[in-house]
């Protein structure tokens, strides 16, 4: 080898990856370094019930009492939170553990007259509904008061 010729080395001598395939086994090791969503967007729709509006989230899994708060903010209902996943895997004595966060936020327009007094939220089987009490009713506009025109 003439002093010129350098070696070059083709992977790092420590290959994570490479190393949990060969611990866990294949399938475990591809979820384990598989890409991570940045944030949950849960999935949302907003139905006409009457003269009101209601704001169905999915939320499955979620403690809303501890990670989930419902606000209006600036003219807007604002639904945020996170989600935390956390599973264990055992095999051949092996604990393969991942914990997983997530956090949402999910925003919609209310009309002028909707005030707080006119939201209500409730929880069940993994979704969050929330009523926006006389959101499609037309606000209530004061009757027309006549001015008198004086002629001088």
């Known amino acids: 080898m003439s002093r010129n010729q350098m070696t070059l080395w083709s992977r790092p001598a420590w290959n994570p990856e490479r190393w949990a395939r060969e611990f866990f086994g294949p399938a475990a090791a591809e979820e384990w370094f598989k890409q991570l969503p940045a944030d949950f967007n849960p999935a949302a729709e907003i139905v006409k019930d009457g003269e009101d509006a209601l704001v169905r989230v999915e939320l499955p899994g979620i403690d809303v009492d501890k990670d989930v708060t419902v606000e209006i903010e600036n003219g807007q209902l604002v639904i945020q939170g996170e989600r ?18 997530g956090s949402f936020r999910r925003s919609f327009a209310l009309p002028e007259h909707v005030t707080e007094e006119n939201i ?13 009490a006389g959101a499609h009713a037309k606000p209530a506009v004061p009757d027309a008061k006549r001015i008198a025109i004086e002629s001088k």
Do not use: C, K, P
């Open 120 to 132: 209500s939220a409730t929880y069940d089987a993994g979704v969050l509904a929330i009523r926006v």
């Open 84 to 101: 935390r996943d956390e599973r264990s895997e055992e095999s051949e004595g092996r604990t393969l553990r991942e914990v997983r966060y």
